[in-house]
């Protein structure tokens, strides 16, 4: 197999987008699927398959990196991931009957919605900072404290709610391969208002569990039923893609260290609406993408 340098460029742009996924929660199939597609050329369902086998490492970078930093909630996780992981599994197998381009537009629509919301819900809270959070009764505030002795109070608000969202995003994980991330962001960030550390450190352990499981049966159709010449490519690709991955995936959880809560806040907000915008774009113009 020969060894393609020209694309050496994927190298710095996989740290970039892991930092920003790993810092932010969201999953980066979402930027490196259109990013293969329309730089790479490569055909939907590979570039698909690359970006989810290119996210796959940099997740189990990050959550590494979020264990040594003692920034997961585990109890909340494991909550969450008891609805996400069959979701995503029913989601797998009945993705094959269900028109992914029509999904990918409903969900960059949403994601565009929960961009502006959470906008909305941080200058909420700024302007009316003694507003309560409604929590179960039943349920004790959590306190967690961190490798830097960081103390952060929270309360994990309103479980029916947050399971219906592992629920709704673990099928969309099955279905087109994000959705999990982005709306567990949204419901502990904004709904609960926990610490953006703590909630984007739980999202990211429980993205990568539902994600590998939910992606066993993609990646055996895209390993096993690749035509002749593709896995060459493929190879080439994440040569590159994997170690930028791994290394953003531990710059991640530190850039949100030295990020202000609110900034956080904001460039989530952001972030998120950027993603629907993207996926809008790209699969109104690349529909079978």
Partial sequence: MEF??????????????????????????????????????LEAQVAIGTALLTELFGFTSGVIAYLRSKLIDFSLGLDILKYSI????????ISPIVPAYILKIVFGIGILY?????????????????????TDSYVESTCLVDRWHREFRYTYCNRPIARFFGLLGGAFVGLISVGLGELIDYHLVSRCRIPTPVAVATAVFTVVLTVL???????????????????PQITNVVLFTIPGVLIGGQ???????????????????????????????VHLVYPNG
Avoid: C, D
């Fill in 4 to 41: 393609n340098f020209e694309l050496w460029y994927l190298f710095p742009v996989s740290i970039a987008i892991s930092t920003t996924a790993m810092a932010s929660g969201v999953g980066g199939a979402i930027f490196f699927s259109p990013l293969f597609m329309f730089v790479l050329g």
């Fill in 251 to 281: 710059l991640g959880p530190r850039l949100q260290k030295v990020l202000p809560e609110a900034h956080l806040r904001i460039g989530l907000s952001v972030l998120f609406m950027l993603i629907g915008l993207l996926m809008l774009g």
């Fill in 213 to 231: 499981i939910a992606s066993t049966g993609h990646f055996y159709q895209f390993f096993f039923h690749a035509q002749e010449g593709v896995l």
């Fill in 114 to 134: 929960i961009g502006i919301q959470i906008l909305r819900a941080h200058y909420k809270a700024t302007s009316l900072p003694s507003q309560t959070v409604e």
């Fill in 86 to 93: 069959p979701a995503a599994i029913m989601g797998a197998l």
